[in-house]
Nanobody, 114 residues
């Protein structure tokens, strides 16, 4: 069973940066689209960034130009570089396939203070 483990979250002031990592227990990324999802307090879990074979990426409008998703297939790891963070970026961040396929990990909390 594949296990996804997210890390790298924390408390940061508005305008700051964080880099999230998601590692998988097996080599599962090669032919899949992987994504980062965000669940803000009291809201549903939404896809904010995706990456597929060839490094093709897509972003939600709310994070475009500020977030960058990348993938290291050799390490079975997906990253999310988040710059110019805003309070509305606060939430728990998860990775999974797009569309979702694997059991959700525990996520990593990102809190952006104003």
């Amino acid at each position: 069973q594949v296990q996804l483990v997210e890390s790298g979250g924390g408390l940061v002031q508005a305008g700051g940066s964080l880099r999230l990592s998601c590692s998988a227990s097996g080599s599962i990324f090669t032919f899949q689209t992987m994504g980062w999802y965000r669940q803000a307090p009291g809201k549903q879990r939404d896809l904010v960034a995706g990456i597929r074979s060839g490094g093709i990426t897509n972003y939600a409008d709310s994070v475009k130009g500020r977030f960058t998703i990348s993938m290291d297939n050799a390490k079975s790891t997906v990253y999310l570089q988040m710059n110019s963070l805003r309070p509305d970026d606060t939430g728990v961040y998860y990775c999974n396939a797009v569309p979702t396929w694997y059991t959700w990990g525990q996520g990593t909390q990102v809190t952006v203070s104003s």
